[in-house]
């Protein structure tokens, strides 16, 4: 598992100022952690840490030097700047089901000869204790044929009984549908006009 360095954040300097010093603020919350503790971590450290994690992802947050196993509960990404400027993480506690999310990740998807592959899921919402947590599900789309679809309740996740989904089981996935021309026909239409107009 992932380890993260953190410090407890001084309020009075503003977020802002954090991070043109290169640090990414954040918060740790949790039952057993009264309101929130806010943080700071080193912005090179925290994308090291991002390339395998994400957001669903547990790992361990060392702050001040006291460990603690956290779930990446939120990532608030500045897609113009390419950075995060704040991440939220929930502190797990042994026993107790937390609310989570897992991404869903496409494998073999250039193995689909014919129609269009079409996500229409990114993610799984689901309960679990902390040894269940898991922040991928994979599904191979190589055998998919155009008209087939996957649904929720068709993957692992849906039949690990330590996991409690909260997307609707029927709601689909990905699927293959059929590749319409739309373009050809309405060219060939525009020609028939002008043909005719002659």
């Not at 939120?74 to 991440?87: C, F, G, L, S």
């Not at 309740?153 to 909260?166: C, F, H, Q, T, Y």
Request: charged share 35%; hydrophobic share 40%.
């Amino acid at each position: 598992m992932n380890t993260l360095k953190a410090e407890k954040r001084n309020m009075a300097i503003k977020a802002k100022k954090l991070r043109r010093e290169g640090y990414v603020t954040g918060n740790v919350f949790g039952k057993e952690i009264q309101g929130s503790i806010p943080i700071k971590m080193d912005k090179q450290e925290l994308d090291r840490v991002l390339k395998t994690c994400g957001k669903g992802s547990q790992l361990i947050l060392n702050v001040d030097g006291q460990s603690m196993n956290v779930l990446v509960k939120e990532i608030d990404y500045n897609a113009m700047k390419r950075q995060v400027d704040e991440i939220d993480f929930q502190a797990l506690v042994q026993g107790e089901k937390v609310h989570s999310v897992a991404e869903v990740v496409l494998v073999n998807h250039d193995k689909v000869a014919e129609g269009v592959l079409q996500l229409l899921l990114e993610e799984i919402s689901y309960r679990a204790l902390p040894s269940a947590l898991r922040d991928k599900v994979t599904i191979d789309v190589g055998e998919m044929k155009v008209g087939d679809s996957i649904r929720v309740n068709d993957l692992d996740i849906a039949k690990d009984e330590n996991v409690d989904l909260l997307t609707d089981r029927e709601a689909i996935v990905v699927t293959v549908s059929e590749v319409h021309n739309k373009l050809d026909t309405d060219e060939e239409a525009s020609e028939d006009t002008e043909a005719s107009a002659e």
